[in-house]
Nanobody, 119 residues
Framework: QVQLVESGGGLVQPGGSLRLSCAASGSIFSIYFMRWYRQAPGKQRELVATITSGGITNYADSVKGRFTISRDNAKNTVYLQMNSLKPEDTAVYYC?????????????WGQGTQVTVSS
């Protein structure tokens, strides 16, 4: 079992920055793929960024060059640095921990944190 708690959301003006954090507990954090998703009102949940257990990152086209995902395995925490924010980045952001095993996937979610980009 993995418990995930996000923090760092809030209201920011267009062009501003926020850093989201996701603190994990309950299992060996370093072996999980960590992902940030987001869901805007009336839209499907969207994968924003992924970081593998080895530190390889991948991003949605909509956030490339603006968002950076990172992890600190010593602190059991994953981060999402969001720069040059746009109103269309407004959404609830969710942290996800994923690991494939021979018995099936382990898939855990945080409760989400609201990000609102507005002037």
């Amino acid at each position: 079992q993995v418990q995930l708690v996000e923090s760092g959301g809030g209201l920011v003006q267009p062009g501003g920055s926020l850093r989201l954090s996701c603190a994990a507990s309950g299992s060996i954090f370093s072996i999980y793929f960590m992902r940030w998703y987001r869901q805007a009102p009336g839209k499907q949940r969207e994968l924003v960024a992924t970081i593998t257990s080895g530190g390889i990152t991948n991003y949605a086209d909509s956030v490339k060059g603006r968002f950076t995902i990172s992890r600190d395995n010593a602190k059991n925490t994953v981060y999402l640095q969001m720069n040059s924010l746009k109103p269309e980045d407004t959404a609830v952001y969710y942290c996800n921990a994923y690991r494939a095993t021979p018995l099936g996937a382990n898939d855990y979610w945080g409760q989400g944190t609201q990000v609102t980009v507005s002037s």
